[in-house]
């Protein structure tokens, strides 16, 4: 007869693993991309260097599909939402706006602007660093609504976003039409350039002698996406009204969150409630698409500590063969 003290190795390198396993699941967070639309969108998504693929970089949501993604702790990048795509078998193919190289999947291509972006940088796996930083940029023009709304977090997890549809507003100098409609029939807008990329004047990029928030200001044009969108990033400096932050969050990333997107409305004045008014939230957030919560690995992992120790107080019998 023996002790259980020779299994105790292997039962401690097993907790080990759980505190692992924990501690992944205590800062990862999943995201829900929701296409709220009434037409198909193609998500593309670009993951900044050191941070894991999502998604294979690309792929479709149907009007009111949705798709949930885990994300590694520390994950930094941006998603946008591609209209009007044509993909071969093959994946290659083109987007009337925010195409990425001309793949279903970017493959570390950004979007060709005007494109409306998600952007983040999630909280790492170091301690006192748990906050994560999102917002919604119209920095490098606009193509569709989109919102990032924030689930089960801690702080002040503001809505980013903008609901509003700016085509149907955008200065003609500014407005991308979709190729083949302009000769001929009516043409339709599909994009909303940035001043910067239709002019390439510094003053509108914040480059060179601008390069800073004190000779960098908003221009006549700046003003028009943030007047309508107040809870995106306008111009580059545009930092104090646009950048949110929010812990332990997961996030749902919805294209059209606005059932009246389509049309001019007001824009994020009450996001919340603009947005639990689509099928494609409510489905995005219902607690059977929940991750799992850092309190289930946690409990698990007391379970087989009390286990161990109880097992260790008995002797162990060694049948004879």
């Known amino acids: 007869m023996e002790t259980l003290g020779g299994l105790l190795p292997c039962c401690i390198a097993t907790l080990f693993l759980l505190s692992a396993l924990c501690n992944n699941v205590a800062f990862a967070a999943k995201f829900t991309i929701a296409n709220g639309c009434s037409y198909p969108v193609w998500p593309g998504i670009l993951s900044n260097a050191g941070s894991t693929l999502l998604g294979n970089g690309g792929f479709e949501l149907a009007p009111g599909q949705s798709a949930s993604i885990q994300v590694s702790p520390g994950w930094s990048g941006r998603l946008w939402g591609r209209t009007e795509c044509k993909f071969s078998a093959s994946g290659t193919g083109t987007c009337a706006s925010g195409d990425c190289g001309g793949k279903l999947q970017c493959q570390g291509a950004g979007a060709t602007p005007p494109a409306t972006l998600a952007e983040f940088t999630l909280a790492g796996r170091q301690p006192n660093v748990k906050q994560d ?49 302009s000769d001929g029939g009516s043409s339709v807008v599909v994009g909303c350039k940035s001043a910067c990329d239709a002019f390439g004047d510094p003053r509108y990029c914040c480059a060179g002698a601008y390069a800073n928030p004190t000779t960098c200001k908003p221009s006549s044009y700046s003003e028009i996406f943030k007047s309508a969108c107040p809870r995106a990033y306008s111009y580059a400096f545009d930092d104090p009204t646009s950048t949110f932050t929010c812990t332990n969050a997961d996030y749902t990333i919805l294209f059209c969150p606005s059932s009246s997107s389509q049309k001019t409305v007001t824009g994020l004045q009450q996001p919340e409630s603009d947005l639990m008014g689509t099928q494609a939230y409510a489905r995005a957030t219902s607690p059977g698409q929940a991750g799992p919560k850092p309190t289930s690995c946690l409990i698990l992992a007391a379970t087989v500590t009390s286990l161990v120790v109880s097992f260790a107080r008995f002797p162990f019998v060694r049948l004879s063969p």
């Open 133 to 181: 930083f999102y917002d919604v940029s119209l920095v490098d023009g606009y193509n569709i609504p989109i919102a990032v709304v924030p689930t089960s977090g801690i702080g002040t997890c503001g809505t980013a976003g903008c609901a509003r549809d700016l085509n149907t507003n955008c200065p003609a100098e500014l407005q991308v039409v979709s190729e083949g409609m």
